[in-house]
């Protein structure tokens, strides 16, 4: 069966990822991922912070 790929056609440009990063995660006790270090590491507390204020 092959597999799926996301084209530029089949989907909106809005809801297309900005990036894709393979990496290890952190994760707490409970084996959820450790969403705020993920931030921290790679940028997003910024946005994070925007949203927050509205």
Known sequence: MPRKT????????????????F???SRNATSKIE???LR??????????YENQS
């Open 35 to 37: 969403k705020s270090l």
């Open 6 to 21: 996301i084209s530029t056609s089949s989907v909106a440009h809005y809801r297309q990822p900005r990036r894709i990063i």
């Open 23 to 25: 990496a290890d995660v």
């Open 40 to 49: 921290h590491r790679y940028g997003a507390q910024g946005l994070v912070d």
